[in-house]
């Protein structure tokens, strides 16, 4: 379906050309950075927690036009989300990346990014932020700040 997948590369453009929840915050709860070294892709994602919700996102970096919208569509798809719904869209997303069977009901933009399995390559670069928000989180917990 070609035009589809035109509709896909559209999307991904306009959260690479006009990301959103770009920048960093001064004083978050859970901070963390990840990096592909296999293509340089860099990302630091930032969350202030309130009442165990994702009450601000931020993301900042520099990578391919993949790593960077995949990080503006992982703001958007868990701002204002409890933890657990967070966790539950990660995991949803890596899924749908491992070419898993998933409800992408609840991921908005994020389904654009479902052509990148097409590139195992790119797969990496669309899962950084991802992992990089998993991470954080998991260090968060560990840390017994929750």
């Excluded at 927690?49 to 009450?55: A, M, S």
């Excluded at 917990?141 to 929750?146: I, L, P, S, V």
Aim: charged residues 30%.
């Amino acid at each position: 379906m070609p035009g589809l997948d035109e509709l896909y590369r559209e999307v991904i453009l306009e959260h690479y050309k006009n990301p959103r929840n770009r920048g960093h915050l001064e004083h978050p709860d859970v901070a963390n950075r990840g990096h592909n070294p296999l293509c340089g892709d860099e990302i630091e994602i930032s969350l202030d927690l309130k009442d165990g919700r994702v009450d601000d996102i931020r993301f900042q970096g520099r990578g391919c036009s993949i790593s960077q919208a995949s990080a503006s569509m992982l703001t958007e798809a868990v701002k204002g989300k409890q933890l657990a719904e967070a966790r539950t869209i990660i995991d949803q997303f890596k899924s749908l990346m491992h070419g898993d069977d998933v409800s992408i009901d609840q991921l908005g933009d994020v389904e654009a990014l479902q052509g990148v399995r097409k590139f195992p390559v790119r797969i990496k670069c669309a899962m950084l932020a991802w992992t990089t928000l998993q991470e954080g989180l998991d260090l968060y917990d560990r840390a017994g700040q929750h």
